[in-house]
Structures are given as C-alpha cells and as structure tokens.
C-alpha cells in the first residue's frame, strides 16, 4: 500500500524550442549558450502591440492635459479681459456675519461706525468657597496688575455668596487666569460699548456705564431706541467734517491758549448738524480718566452772552419790523447813556451811520437805538420766535436753557442788542442765523440724519433774510468789516464777530476773561452751511498784535475750516467778481429820504472803490 504512495519525480518541462532529438551524441553537441541565446525569442506582432498601446496611452494623455490648459486659459481671459470690473468677485463679496447684541450701532450719516458693542468676558468670584483668599488675591493681582492687592484681598475676604473681581477682560487674561487654577472663581459673558473714533465725538455720543446704560449724550438721551432694535442708528454727523472741526478748533485754542471751545457746523437747508465739538472733551471709552469739566458740553449745554453776533438778528428785526430801512441809520457820534452806565462803540466813527455801516462797524450805539425803536415788547417776542427763550428741542439731554431778564426794560433791549444781557448756547446761535439763512425760515436742529426736508416756521421776512445775507457778506469784503479773516477765496463767505466780557465772580464783567466767536456761512449766494466757532478766555499773541478779539482769534479758524469742509460738501468755487455774483449780492435799498439815501450811496460807493 505503501508502495502505491510512493512518489513520482516529474520530467522538468522543455520550452519548445529547446527540444532536441535525443540521440548518442547529444551531449557531444549541447554548447554553453550566451546570454542572448538563453532569452526568449520576440514575435513581430507582440512588439508591434506594446508600441501601439503606449501610443494610444500618450496621445490620451496629452490631449486631456491640453483640454485643462484650455479651460484653464479660457478663464482667465474671461476674469482679466472680459468680465465686467464692476461685477463683484467672491473674494470681495464675502460678509461678516452679523453679530446679535443689546444695543445697536450708531452710525455717521455715511455709514461710518461711531460706537458699538463687544462680547467680553467678566471675573466673578464666590468667597465662600475660596479656600485661601489672600493667595487667591495675589495670584489674580499678577495677571490683573491694575487691581490692588489689598483691596481685592478685601473683597474675596467678604461673607457673601458673589463679588466681581473684573468687568472686561481680554482672552489673554481670561486664559492666564484659567492656568492660575483658582477655586471659587467664575467666568460670565458680557457686552462692552467700544467708540472707535476716541474722543472725536464724546458730547454727542456720550457713554455708557460698567453694565451698558447711556450715561450722556445720545447713548442716554436715546436708550430706548438703542435696546429697542438691531439697526443702526444714522446721524447727522459727517464724520469728515466732524475731524476738520475738532481739528481746527483744537489747534486755535492751543495756540490762544483758551480754556475751552465750542463749534457747530449746521445745514441751513435740512437743520441737522454736520459737526458739533466742545473742548476739552474726553474719551467716552475711559470717561472717568478725564476730570469733569472735560464732559461739559460746551457747545449745548453752557450759556453765554456771544456778543456782536446778536447784531444780526438785532439788523433782521428792525428791518423786519419797518421801523428802518437799508437807506436808514442812526447817530453815533457820542455814547448813548442811561442812567449810570454807558454804551460805546469799540471802533468808534463818532457820526452818523447808515445800516449796513453800524453792521460793519459794529456800532453798540447804532443797534441800541435800532432796538429802543422796537421796543422791549417787540424784541422779545422776536427772541421767543427765534427760540432764544426756551431750551433747544432737540435729542441730546444737555440741552442749556437761556438766561434772560425777567423784566424785560428798555436798559436791556439795548444790551441785548449787541449780546449782552441775554445768555444762549452756541447752538442756539448758530440754528438762528441759519434761520436768516433759510429765507427767514427757523428748523428745528437735530443729530439724526434726516431722509426729508422738514417743514419751518417763518420768524422774518424773505426782504429781511435777503438782507441780512448782504450785510453778512459784506462784512467780510469791506475794508471796515471785522470777517475779512475768515473770508475764503471761491466760496463767498460771510460772517459776523463777537466779542463779549465774561461775567466774573462779584457779578460784573471781566474784561480781560472774553468769549470771542465768529459765525459764518457760505456762499452767500445760497447758503449751504453755518460754521460758528467759540474761544472761551482765548489770549491775544505776537501773530494777533496782542489782540484776543473774535476777528482776530475766532474768523481764521472760521475760514480754515471752510477751506477744508466746502470740497468735502461739494460746494463749487465761483468768481466773486462775476457780474451775476455782483448783481446777487448788491443791496438795494428802497427809496426814502434823500439824505440817508446819499449817506447809503456814498458808503456803498466807497466800498466798490477800496
């Protein structure tokens, strides 16, 4: 059986063409091959099937790689040559995803961010369980160095259930203290309000506190519609005019060395408010660094008597009310006294003086005759027309209300009408020469964007406001008048000064403590814009020969800021001495008396010839 399993070698197989005849002298025969000898042989038809399959293979292969350099090329052309330049592209197309918080952003009429909100991390601890609190208090104080050891030692040594360590951490704090391993210690999510521009706008947007409610400003005056919804809130304001006010206004009371300053620049069209700084101001993102006189707001809050300013309404309401006229005037060759006090005229021409020559000179005697002809009654109605008694009616809470005489007697009509006596912000002052501007036409002002022109209230007539607009710009081309300074090649600017004595301590005057301002317009053609600027107790240097006055200090700051914010508006300069610009900005006065006709005629006259 075991034989039966016994295995077999098998032959070891021949290739074909190996094979021999066996025979005896086989071996005789058999000779070494060479290497060649031992490869198989080639057939013609495999070889040709090898070549043929990697051509195929390559020419496969190259024509799918030029199809992709084809396609390649093809858009790029289309991109670079053919689409259109103004389609968007998607790596400029890509948005931020909005971010959900408490209160909404508030914009620039332009779109510009003002102020927003933040998500922050707050450092909460639990006393109760801290297992040492003095260590717990250095080891916070080193990632927290503006917090006091001692006092936080305090704080976490107290028997109560919570305190906060920190409002507003960063995550490079939030993770050192996570390393520090502190037990008793807790994390919240928060919002903080973050004003980008800084200081720039700090009396209009105000701020808020530690737990975000408005304190001042529009964050105050405006909480309900900023936690009411998601939109931004538009404002008047025009970011680019609001740096070259800050900016011009900043560098005049650093060089006349004034304790403060106010400015506006006001749309006598539409009343919203372009620009509006008060200085010192303050950085509402660390409001309480700065002292408390740097959050007044200078420029509606704070009262003052402006000065010469006044004698612009002063002018429109007499014209206004027909007790004078262009060809009229007033004698003003010696002071007019009452009682125990005095009214002179600082440049004084000791004569008589027409209308528009007690404008351009500025004559206290000629306005406080041109007002005793009014009368007490009439000039204060035309003040409450003008909203010179009341508060400004507008969103921000520092709102100053005037200070006027109670009994109103003729002593103070005088007064009042060259700027004393009576005490209004400088919004107030400006919003009422837009009104002369407006064709006599008074708007409410405001810091809100506005989508339509408002409707007004008449407070003169259109003969008066045309006027005044004469007189304003004359001002600033007669030799005489006091805005030459302010005056800017191309943009038709006119304007009027102030100059008025501060109220000291015993309850009279100062005379070396000024308010001086000056307030313009332009052009004067149609005007656009009212610029006021304000130096409170400016002091005079060797480029104002001493001289601390409002054509000195305040009308080239005025013009400065014209120069700068007219291109930004998209006022176009135009030739002063065109005959359409002369012919519009001629006064015409009516026929009257012959002899104030002549005084009229040789003042404008002489005016031509200098």
């Known amino acids: 059986m075991f034989g039966l399993l016994k295995r077999t ?117 639990n006393p109760r369980r801290l297992l040492d609190p003095q260590d717990a208090a250095r080891k916070l104080a080193s990632v927290l160095p503006e917090l006091d050891e001692n006092r936080l030692t305090e704080t976490l040594s107290k028997d109560a259930g ?23 210690v807790d994390f ?90 008060s200085l010192p101001d303050f950085d509402p993102n660390h409001p309480t660094a700065t002292p408390a006189d740097a959050r007044f707001n200078r420029t509606t809050l704070g009262v003052y008597e402006l000065g010469s300013t006044f004698k612009i309404f002063n002018t429109a309401m007499a014209l206004d009310a027909g007790t004078v006229t262009l060809a009229g005037g007033y004698d003003a060759s010696e002071p007019l006294r009452v009682a125990r006090y005095a009214i002179n005229d600082f440049h004084a021409e000791n004569r008589w003086l027409s209308v528009p020559e007690i404008f351009i000179h500025s004559s206290n005697i000629g306005s406080a005759k041109m007002a005793l002809e009014v009368g007490p009654a009439g000039q204060k109605d035309f003040m409450r027309r003008l909203g010179f008694l009341d508060r400004l009616d507008m969103e921000l809470n520092e709102a100053g209300r005037p200070m006027y005489p109670r009994t109103w007697r003729p002593i103070n009509t005088m ?46 007539s259109s003969a008066a406001a045309e006027a005044v607009a004469k007189l304003m710009r004359l001002n600033a081309t007669h030799p005489d008048g006091s805005g030459g300074k302010a005056d800017v090649p191309g943009y038709l600017v006119g304007g009027k000064t102030g100059t008025a004595e501060k109220v000291g301590a015993s309850g009279g005057y100062a005379r070396k403590a000024l308010i001086s301002s000056f307030v313009a317009a332009f052009p004067m053609t149609d005007p656009r814009y009212v610029v006021y600027v304000v130096l409170d107790e400016p002091k005079g240097n060797e480029s104002t020969f001493g001289f601390a006055t409002g054509g000195w200090v305040a009308a080239p700051t005025a013009g400065r800021i014209i120069e700068r914010i007219a291109p930004i508006a998209g006022v176009q300069p135009q030739d002063p001495d065109a005959p359409e610009i002369l012919r519009a900005m001629a006064l015409t006065p009516p026929a009257g008396d012959q002899q104030r006709l002549a005084s009229f005629t040789a003042t404008m006259t002489a005016a031509i010839n200098d």
């Open 188 to 277: 919240h999510r928060r919002e903080t309000r973050v004003y980008p521009q800084g200081p720039l706008l700090s009396h209009v947007l105000g701020y808020t506190d530690i737990d975000n409610k408005g304190l001042s400003g529009l964050e105050k005056s405006l909480e309900d519609r900023l936690l009411a919804s998601d939109e931004p809130v538009a404002l008047s304001i025009d970011l680019r005019m609001q740096h070259v006010l800050h900016d011009e206004l900043s560098a005049a009371v650093e060089e006349f060395k004034a304790i403060g300053g106010a400015g506006v620049v006001l749309d006598v069209k539409t009343g919203e408010v372009a620009a509006l700084v």
């Open 162 to 184: 919570f305190v906060w360590v920190h409002r507003n951490l960063t995550p490079r704090q939030q993770h050192e203290i996570n390393r520090l391993g502190v037990a008793g």
């Open 9 to 125: 070698r098998r032959p070891t197989p021949v290739h074909p063409l190996e094979q021999r005849p066996r025979g005896a002298d086989y071996r005789a025969e058999r000779k070494p091959k060479s290497v060649v000898d031992c490869a198989p042989a080639r057939t013609d038809g495999v070889f040709r099937q090898a070549i043929e399959t990697g051509r195929t293979r390559l020419l496969i292969t190259g024509a799918v790689m030029a199809l992709a350099f084809m396609a390649v090329g093809s858009r790029v052309v289309e991109v670079s040559a053919l689409a259109d330049p103004h389609e968007p592209k998607s790596l400029t197309a890509v948005r931020a995803e909005k971010v959900d918080t408490e209160r909404a952003d508030i914009v620039d009429r332009n779109g510009e961010l003002l102020a927003t909100s933040l998500q922050t991390v707050a450092l909460s601890a």
């Open 415 to 460: 007064t009042i009408s060259f700027g004393h006596g009576l005490s209004v912000t400088p919004l107030h002052l400006a919003n009422g020469v837009a009104a002369m501007l407006n064709d006599g036409v008074k708007l409410q002002p405001t810091l809100l964007k506005r989508t339509a022109r408002p409707q007004g209230e008449r407070v003169v």
